[in-house]
C-alpha cells in the first residue's frame, strides 16, 4: 500500500506498542545471552543504538535519548523502526530508561526519526531532530520536525515540519539539527551536503523556535570548504569567548597518523557566530576530538552549574560489532566535562562517576630490566588512575585486559625514547575494524611524567591522558579469561604510582 507522501507502508510500523510482544520478548532475550554486555555505559536493550540525541537538563533531570533501531537484526519477520529511545538522570551517571521517546508516528518520518536536539524552554523541552521519508524508488526527502515535552514527559509533535525537503544547492543530506538560543532568537547548525557533493553545516534561525524557521547561510571556514563528502552531527558551542565548531565528516583521506578510521569527529575553533556573522574564522586546523577507534556523532549540553558536557556514540557506522551475534550493537561514552585550554578542547570524566568507584587500592610499582613486570588483578568493570615517571629514554608496556599467558591483551605502549604513546587493540579479544588498523598513536611528546586514567568496562576502553588532553576510546571483546593487567619495562627505569578501584554503577539500562 502507498500512502498520501507516496512511501510503502508494508513492514514500516509506527508505534512500539503495535510491535508483537513476542517478537520484542526474542530481541530482549536473545540480547540477554551476550557475554560482553556494558557494566557502566549505556547500551540499547536490543538493536542497534548509535546517535545521542536530545541532550538536555530539564525540570531537575539530566534527559538524554539516542536513536534506537532495535529490531535491525530481526530477520522474519522483517522489521524497521527507528525512534528515539528516552533516558534520565540525576547525576549523569545512572540512568533510567523511559523507553521510547521521539517515535516514528507521523507521515514525515515514515523511515525513521533521525538525529537532533533540545533546548530548555522553561516549562517544555523543545525537540528540533530529522524525520526521513523515502518513496517507491527509494528518494529521500528529509524534514525537519519540532516536538515539545511537558513536565509529565508528554511529547507532542507540531503538526507541520520547520523546514520540508532539500535546500537548493544541497543534496537531500541534509539532517541533525543542534539547537541554542540567544537574545537574537533560536539558532540550529544542521549537517548538509553540496551538490558538488562536499560537506558542510548550515545554520538554521526562528524568532520564537516554533514558525518561520529559515535557513541563514552555511557556517563559514577558510580553510575547510572541500573537507569530506558530508558533515554529521553538527555542535555549535562557546567556550572561553571561542566559537567550537564539533561535527563528524564523512570522506577524510588518512594522513600520517590522522583520520584513519571509517570516519572522524572533531573541531574548529574561531569566531562566535550570530545572525549576521556567519564566518567562523577556523584559527586552527580541524582537531580530532578522540584517538581511539569507536567515536562517532558527538552531543553537548550546557548544565546550570556552567559546565558543557559531551555525550556520543562509542562506535562507527558501517563497522561491523561482535555483538551484532546476540542482536544488539553500540553504546554511549561517559559522559566528559569539556574545558578550553591552550588552544584546544581538554576532556576529563564527569566528577559525578567518583561516587561510584569503590573498593580501591593504592598502586606503586618501580620498574627496570631486571625487575620488569608487575601484575595486577582487577576483573571487568574497574578504573585505573596512574602517574608515571621516568628519568631515562626506555619503554614501558601496559597490558590492559590480559590473559595468563599474555596472549591476548589491549596494549599502551609508553615509548620515552621516541616520544610517543600508542594504543594497539590487534590481540584485544574477537577482532572489530581490521580493515581501518590495530594502532592508534595517542601522544607525540615529553613522557618524562605522564598522568592516564584508564575507564575499563566489559567491552570498551576510555583512556585520558594528561587530565583530558587527548581521550582514546575503544571498543574491545576480550574473553573471561582476560581479567589482568601486567606492568612491563622493556627498557629504562619507571615509576608508576596510582590507585584502581571498581566502578560500580547500579544503572536501569534500556
Known sequence: MINQLGVTDEHYYTKYAEIPEKIKKEALARADKSPFRQLFHTEAPSGYLNDPNGFSYFDGKYHLFYQWTPFKYQENPKL???????????????????????????????HGAYSGSAWDNGDELLLFYTGNTRNEDWQRTPYQLLATMDRDGVIKKAETPAITGTIPGYTDHFRDPKIWKTAEGYFAVIGAQRTDLTGAALVLHSENGTTDWRVLGEVGTDRHQDFGYM??????????????????????????????????????????????????????????????????????????????????????????YPTEAYGYCGCLLLPRELRFEDGRLKQRPIRELAAYETEEKALSVRLDPDANTHQIA?????????????????????????????????????????????????????????????????????????????????????????????????????????????????????????????????????
Open 80 to 110: 524497521w523502526y527507528q525512534a528515539w529511545h528516552h533516558l534520565v538522570s540525576e547525576d549523569l551517571v545512572a540512568w533510567e530508561s523511559l523507553g521510547p521517546g521521539i517515535e516514528p508516528d507521523t507521515l514525515f518520518e515514515t
Open 231 to 320: 558533515w554529521e552531527c553538527p555542535d555549535y558551542f562557546e567556550l572561553d569567548g571561542m566559537g567550537i565548531l564539533l561535527f563528524s565528516p564523512q570522506g577524510l583521506a588518512p594522513e600520517q597518523n590522522r583520520f584513519e578510521n571509517i570516519y572522524q569527529t572533531g573541531y574548529l575553533v574561531g569566531d562566535r557566530l550570530d545572525k549576521t556573522h556567519l564566518s567562523l574564522h577556523e584559527q586552527s586546523e580541524f582537531i580530532e576530538l578522540d584517538r581511539g577507534f569507536d567515536i562517532y556523532a558527538t552531543q553537548t549540553t550546557a548544565l546550570p552549574d556552567g559546565r558543557r558536557i559531551l555525550s556520543g556514540w562509542m562506535g562507527l557506522p558501517e563497522i561491523a
Open 378 to 510: 582487577i576483573g571487568f568493570g574497574h578504573v585505573l588512575k596512574l602517574h608515571s615517571k621516568n628519568t631515562a629514554a626506555g619503554q614501558l608496556v601496559l597490558e590492559l585486559y590480559s590473559n595468563e599467558e599474555r596472549t591476548r591483551y589491549t596494549r599502551v605502549l609508553l615509548d620515552s625514547a621516541k616520544g610517543e604513546i600508542w594504543l594497539d587493540r590487534e590481540k584485544s579479544g574477537l577482532p572489530v575494524g581490521e580493515a581501518y588498523g590495530t594502532k592508534r598513536l595517542l601522544w607525540e611528546g615529553d613522557l618524562s611524567e605522564i598522568e592516564l586514567a584508564l575507564y575499563l568496562d566489559r567491552s570498551s576502553i576510555e583512556l585520558f591522558l594528561q587530565d583530558g588532553l587527548v581521550v582514546a576510546s575503544s571498543r574491545i571483546f576480550p574473553d573471561e579469561s582476560q581479567q589482568s593487567v601486567y606492568f612491563e619495562s622493556l627498557s629504562g627505569e619507571w615509576a608508576v604510582a596510582g590507585t584502581h578501584a571498581k566502578l560500580d554503577v547500579q544503572a536501569k539500562k534500556g
